[in-house]
């Protein structure tokens, strides 16, 4: 049963799941901000715990989102004796969404992305474990597939980290792997205005394409892994691509382009399924409902240790592919300007 449910009966309903206290890692990020913001306006949960290393995001934070459910724990992933005291406090559910998340940034501080994205999670992991929590859900992005930077590389040793910490426990732990979120903070999305101003676009590379998704959906595809977890997966959104040409091409028309060339560590393109896990991948179909699109997939644990029931849902297609050039699911040119609409107008509210 999913431990967040939207109580539609009154607060004192005993059938009703929003007595669930969720603690997130690098909460002040975009996505732990986006989540709680929903959790606490949709009544979907008793408490947020906010678990970041960083005070003044945290007051930023506190400023933003007004709610007596949300408290705020000043910690660092890197430091397990603090971890463990923060889930002392008995989350239910843990989304783990502390990272180093620029590949340049990476590439030149290798130790220190080790240190969070590797030691990080597997301090994450024997805190939650010693602390019997429910269930974990670990964020991932498509450049742990097949990496050829150190941040994917970072990315695919949590993730079968996470998928490990499954075996002989109770907590559970699943991941969502993705592609870019379209106006997170630090993606390309926000240099776009500067690129309005200066009337000039700085491109990698005119080929590059990348999936991209809106941070609402995110939020309310991680709902849904957690309804359908059982902890070992991989959940993956279906999600459109598009070149970083293209969103140039709508969002600053008749700008100079000014060509960069790729940076230290960066792909062209990107996948979201590695070959080789097709032949462990489902797809969702409607179980993951999006504004203007369904669907999704699973990467299921293949382990002959594993004691593991598969999800009743179809295997993928045979030859299937989920690469951002190839890729035929395509952001429109309309559709590009509407969610930068909506990204500037959330951003000003």
């Given at each position: 049963m999913s431990l967040l449910e939207r109580d539609d009966h009154g607060a004192n309903c005993q059938h009703c799941n929003n007595q669930t206290t969720v603690l997130i890692t690098g909460g002040t990020g975009s996505f732990g901000t986006a989540f709680t913001r929903y959790l606490t306006r949709e009544n979907l949960c008793k408490r947020v715990?906010?678990?970041?290393?960083?005070e003044r995001k945290q007051a930023e934070m506190m400023e933003r989102i007004r709610s007596r459910k949300?408290?705020?724990?000043?910690?660092?992933v890197r430091d397990y004796d603090r971890l463990r005291w923060a889930l002392e406090?008995?989350?239910d559910l843990v989304i783990h969404a502390a990272a180093m998340k620029r590949v340049e940034a990476s590439e030149y501080n290798p130790l220190e992305t080790v240190k969070t994205n590797v030691d990080g999670a597997a301090n994450l992991i024997r805190a939650a474990q010693?602390?019997?929590?429910?269930?974990?859900?670990?964020?991932?992005?498509?450049k742990a597939v097949n990496p050829v930077n150190l941040y994917g590389s970072t990315k695919l040793t949590s993730e079968k980290l996470f998928i490990r910490g499954n075996l002989g426990h109770r907590t559970a732990f699943s991941c969502v792997r993705w592609g870019n979120v379209f106006g997170s903070r630090g993606s390309v999305i926000e240099r776009v205005a500067r690129w309005r101003r200066a009337g000039k676009v700085g491109i990698t590379d005119p080929k590059m394409t990348r999936f991209w998704i809106r941070l609402e959906d995110v939020v309310k595809f991680v709902l849904v892994v957690e309804r359908l977890m059982k902890g070992g997966e991989i959940f993956i959104p279906?999600?459109?691509?598009?070149?970083?040409?293209?969103?140039?091409?709508?969002?600053?028309?008749?700008?100079?382009?000014?060509?960069?060339?790729?940076?230290?560590?960066?792909?062209?393109?990107?996948r979201l399924i590695a070959e080789g896990e097709?032949?462990?991948?489902?797809?969702?179909?409607d179980e993951c409902p999006t504004e203007s699109r369904?669907?999704?997939y699973i990467i299921e644990p293949d382990d002959p240790q594993w004691e593991y029931v598969p999800h009743n849902f179809r295997a993928v297609d045979s030859g299937f592919e989920?690469?951002?050039?190839?890729?035929?699911?395509?952001?429109?040119?309309a559709e590009i300007a509407d969610w930068y609409n909506e990204w500037e107008s959330a951003r000003e509210s």
């Amino acid at each position: 049963m999913s431990l967040l449910e939207r109580d539609d009966h009154g607060a004192n309903c005993q059938h009703c799941n929003n007595q669930t206290t969720v603690l997130i890692t690098g909460g002040t990020g975009s996505f732990g901000t986006a989540f709680t913001r929903y959790l606490t306006r949709e009544n979907l949960c008793k408490r947020v715990i906010i678990y970041s290393r960083d005070e003044r995001k945290q007051a930023e934070m506190m400023e933003r989102i007004r709610s007596r459910k949300v408290d705020y724990f000043i910690g660092d992933v890197r430091d397990y004796d603090r971890l463990r005291w923060a889930l002392e406090s008995g989350p239910d559910l843990v989304i783990h969404a502390a990272a180093m998340k620029r590949v340049e940034a990476s590439e030149y501080n290798p130790l220190e992305t080790v240190k969070t994205n590797v030691d990080g999670a597997a301090n994450l992991i024997r805190a939650a474990q010693y602390a019997n929590v429910q269930r974990v859900i670990a964020l991932s992005t498509d450049k742990a597939v097949n990496p050829v930077n150190l941040y994917g590389s970072t990315k695919l040793t949590s993730e079968k980290l996470f998928i490990r910490g499954n075996l002989g426990h109770r907590t559970a732990f699943s991941c969502v792997r993705w592609g870019n979120v379209f106006g997170s903070r630090g993606s390309v999305i926000e240099r776009v205005a500067r690129w309005r101003r200066a009337g000039k676009v700085g491109i990698t590379d005119p080929k590059m394409t990348r999936f991209w998704i809106r941070l609402e959906d995110v939020v309310k595809f991680v709902l849904v892994v957690e309804r359908l977890m059982k902890g070992g997966e991989i959940f993956i959104p279906h999600l459109p691509a598009a070149s970083i040409s293209r969103i140039a091409n709508v969002l600053v028309p008749n700008s100079t382009r000014i060509h960069l060339g790729a940076r230290p560590g960066e792909k062209i393109h990107e996948r979201l399924i590695a070959e080789g896990e097709e032949r462990l991948a489902k797809v969702l179909g409607d179980e993951c409902p999006t504004e203007s699109r369904t669907g999704g997939y699973i990467i299921e644990p293949d382990d002959p240790q594993w004691e593991y029931v598969p999800h009743n849902f179809r295997a993928v297609d045979s030859g299937f592919e989920y690469r951002s050039d190839t890729w035929s699911l395509r952001m429109t040119d309309a559709e590009i300007a509407d969610w930068y609409n909506e990204w500037e107008s959330a951003r000003e509210s």
